[in-house]
């Protein structure tokens, strides 16, 4: 990435969020900065002048000149701190209350208009990659709130792929005993994906938390028309708990419902319980099981189906 491709996302996105406000009535009659003040005050229980001027990084004097303007029209009310005596706390009025609920409403309004262009397959990709920027650049909201950031869904970036292999391959033989073959199984399934897939049907998802892939998951076509086949679910063992794959199956089910598939299947082993339950706790239904003798192993072979078009209903 250089610098100027920062300048044109940069471009492009301030063109875009002007585009929201057409007709230019969306913060009328405050200017942004304004709304932006309104909004903090509003979803503050507790704040006072100098938090609003950290938060917002504005200038005191800029900031000072709001506050006054907002007093003399009822919108706010300015009293001592009770977190510390020399600062002022800052709250809403009734009045202005009713004016951050109507800013805010009207750009739910125009944010709305916006996403109904977006194809419901992409906006899953839209909303990682939204909060990616926000995680990656450092923005303190975009995590937990639990010291450690937030586990962020992304797409695979050079050398993920590699990793999907590697990670399934010492997993299942550390956990369940598997040999070579499974890993044969699972560089064939990401080499065939790597070499020829359709990007707006198929898809592979990481689960990444402060820069560490901690798990994946892919969804790509079935043989069968209409049907998408989830596979190759992993979750490192130290992030199991978080409800990561949750997450990762709830993205495979909204990308393969948002593009038009029918059905979802996959294909997994009696041994593997704790992803059954998973799948079961999603709506996927048993249709066959089998035995076979397979990665060293005697193992039960079960295929899984969930009907796409039922779920959503």
Request: net charge neutral; hydrophobic share 40%.
């Amino acid at each position: 990435m250089t610098v100027q491709d920062v300048r044109a996302f940069n471009r492009f996105y301030t063109n875009l969020i002007g585009a929201l406000d057409y007709g230019r009535h969306l913060y009328a009659p405050y200017t942004l900065t304004e709304a932006r003040v309104l909004y903090e005050l509003a979803h503050s229980a507790d704040t006072d002048a100098a938090d609003l001027r950290a938060d917002l990084a504005l200038d005191a004097g800029y900031l000072s000149r709001i506050l006054n303007r907002f007093e003399e029209a009822g919108l706010i009310e300015r009293a001592p701190s009770a977190k510390d005596p020399r600062r002022r706390r800052v709250s809403l009025t009734a009045g202005g209350r009713s004016a951050a609920e109507l800013l805010d409403e009207r750009a739910r309004d125009s944010v709305g208009t916006l996403l109904g262009r977006v194809d419901p397959g992409a906006r899953p990709r839209l909303a990682e990659a939204m909060h990616t920027i926000r995680t990656i650049l450092g923005d303190p909201r975009a995590d937990g709130g639990d010291g450690r950031g937030e586990v962020v869904l992304r797409d695979p970036r050079p050398g993920d792929l590699g990793w999907i292999v590697q990670r399934n391959a010492a997993l299942y033989a550390a956990e369940y005993g598997w040999n070579t073959d499974y890993e044969g199984l699972v560089a064939r399934i990401v080499a065939d994906y790597a070499e020829d897939h359709d990007p707006h049907l198929e898809r592979v998802w990481i689960a990444e938390r402060a820069g560490r892939p901690l798990g994946c998951v892919m969804c790509v076509r079935d043989d069968a028309p209409g049907t998408a086949r989830l596979r190759l679910l992993l979750v490192e063992p130290e992030a199991r708990g978080l409800g990561i794959g949750d997450r990762l199956v709830t993205a495979v089910i909204d990308f393969a419902r948002g593009v038009g598939y029918r059905d979802l299947v996959l294909w997994t082993n009696d041994v593997l319980s704790a992803a059954r339950r998973l799948y079961r706790r999603h709506g996927f239904v048993l249709s066959a099981e089998r035995p076979h003798r397979s990665f060293g192993r005697d193992l039960v072979g079960q295929d899984w189906r969930l009907d796409l078009h039922a779920a959503a209903e």
